[in-house]
């Protein structure tokens, strides 16, 4: 399992995140918003790694719900 690429992906969804709540802290649909655009941004960089071959269709799938989950936390 390549989980750096994972790591990476997570990392960049956290520091937009924070970023963004820390430039807009009362503006919540905005907010999840960022996080919403950006997590599709790491879902299409997982794809990119997957039709290079560099993860598999699993780990994909695995990363991405892993992402998906995160931005669910990040919303808060």
């Known amino acids: 399992m390549r989980r750096d690429i994972y ?20 503006d919540k649909p905005r907010i999840r918003q960022v996080i919403n655009d950006e997590l599709d941004n790491r879902i299409r960089s997982l794809d990119y790694y997957c039709m290079k071959d560099i993860i598999s269709e699993a780990e994909k799938g695995l990363y991405t719900r892993w992402l ?8 808060l």
């Open 68 to 75: 998906e989950s995160l931005a669910c936390r990040l919303h």
């Open 7 to 26: 790591k990476a992906e997570k990392k960049i969804l956290i520091d937009i995140a924070r970023q963004e709540k820390r430039h807009n802290p009362n």
